[in-house]
């Protein structure tokens, strides 16, 4: 079963830039990867999603190697706002097909003024 | 508001009672997902629909949770003789995928959260 592993907690401060990696060693051939945020008490929402190489829209930035056995979530200059989980998403298809969605157990981000 | 609807926000049961959860998804998102959520902790997969068709269900999955989406429109999720380990928040997401697709963009709801006393 594919899983990934994410740093539990990380801080940072306004005005920087922040990179979030996330190891996904057993990723399928053809899965996405996918991040999310959460706040406290709402669901999860859409960051960004990529297959390889570098994806970017307009609130994140998203690196995946060659491999594609981890990436990298990269926000750049963060505010308060951003403080938040973060969660990274890869699907699996296990031994007898059944196809599951996994999440890591998140990176809990605190930005400090 | 057009987003993901879920009702109720919260529910107070009684162990052993039975409760039914709705999901109203973005309107002509064919993918429909629940997850569990508990507290400190990520989304746990618990089934998901393309359309009407109920395509996986987590493996994990007691068989007292049943799902449906009737008309490809709506979900619920029921759970039967509930226990105190299903207070969670229980969340629903809608998506535009398409069948085959390995993408998993999808836009989630406020979640009804669920305590079982």
């Known amino acids: 079963l594919a899983k990934t592993t994410q740093p539990i907690s990380m801080d940072s401060y306004e005005g920087q830039e922040v990179n979030i990696t996330c190891s996904h060693n057993?990723?399928?051939?053809?899965?996405?990867i996918t991040w999310y945020q959460q706040f406290p008490s709402q669901g999860p929402r859409f960051i960004i999603q990529?297959?390889?190489?570098?994806v970017t829209n307009e609130v994140a930035s998203l690196f995946i190697p060659a491999d594609r056995k981890s990436s990298t979530l990269s926000l750049p200059r963060v505010s308060l706002s951003d403080t938040a989980v973060y969660y990274c998403?890869?699907?699996?298809?296990?031994?007898?097909?059944?196809?599951?969605?996994?999440w890591g157990a998140g990176t809990k981000l605190i930005i400090k003024p | 508001d057009t987003g993901v609807s879920q009702d109720p926000r919260h529910k107070i049961t009684k162990r052993g009672q039975n409760v039914t959860f709705r999901c109203d998804p973005i309107?002509?998102?064919?993918?429909l997902y629940w997850y569990r959520q508990t507290l400190g902790q990520g989304p746990e997969f618990l089934t998901y629909?393309?359309?009407?068709?109920?395509?996986?269900k987590s493996r994990l999955l007691s068989d007292r949770f049943s799902a449906e989406r009737p008309k490809g429109s709506f979900s619920t999720l029921e759970i039967q003789r509930t226990e105190q380990g299903d207070s969670a928040m229980y969340l629903c997401?809608?998506?535009?995928?398409?069948?085959?697709?390995?993408?998993?963009?999808?836009?989630f709801g406020q979640g009804t959260r669920l305590t079982v006393v």
């Open positions: 057993n990723i399928a051939t053809n899965d996405y």
């Open positions: 997401a809608s998506s535009p995928q398409l069948t085959g697709e390995p993408k998993h963009e999808a836009f």
């Open positions: 990529g297959y390889k190489t570098k």
């Open positions: 309107s002509e998102h064919n993918r």
């Open positions: 629909f393309q359309n009407e068709a109920q395509l996986e």
């Open positions: 998403l890869v699907g699996d298809r296990g031994m007898d097909s059944n196809y599951q969605l996994i």
